[in-house]
Nanobody, 122 residues
């Protein structure tokens, strides 16, 4: 069983930065590609960013490519560093895992976290 636990959400102002964390086991990082999705009120869940099993490849949605970064600072931690936040970034952010990075990009997810709320005030 894969457990993904998100943290770091909160209320920020437009233009601020915020880093989300996803905690899981080292074995999960070596077995699955891990990434982030978000879901705004009334909208479908969408892909944000992901990193491959050994951290060699990353993918970003076009809407965040120039503002967000993804990294694995520790063996059990994935970070989503968000900068220049906009009100349209307001959403619940979910950590997700899949056997292939390409599967994550297209939304084929095997495991989900419970999510963390990010609210960007204008």
């Amino acid at each position: 069983q894969v457990h993904l636990v998100e943290s770091g959400g909160g209320l920020v102002q437009a233009g601020d930065s915020l880093t989300l964390s996803c905690e899981t086991s080292p074995r999960t990082f070596s077995t699955y590609a891990i990434g982030w999705f978000r879901q705004a009120p009334g909208k479908e869940r969408e892909f944000v960013a992901a990193i491959s099993q050994f951290g060699t490849n990353v993918e970003f949605a076009d809407s965040v490519r120039d503002r967000f970064g993804i990294s694995r600072p520790y063996a059990t931690m994935l970070h989503l560093a968000m900068s220049s936040l906009k009100p349209e970034d307001t959403a619940v952010y979910f950590c997700a895992a899949s056997g292939k990075l390409t599967n994550l990009v297209i939304g084929s997810v095997e495991y989900w976290g419970r999510g963390t709320q990010v609210t960007v005030a204008s």
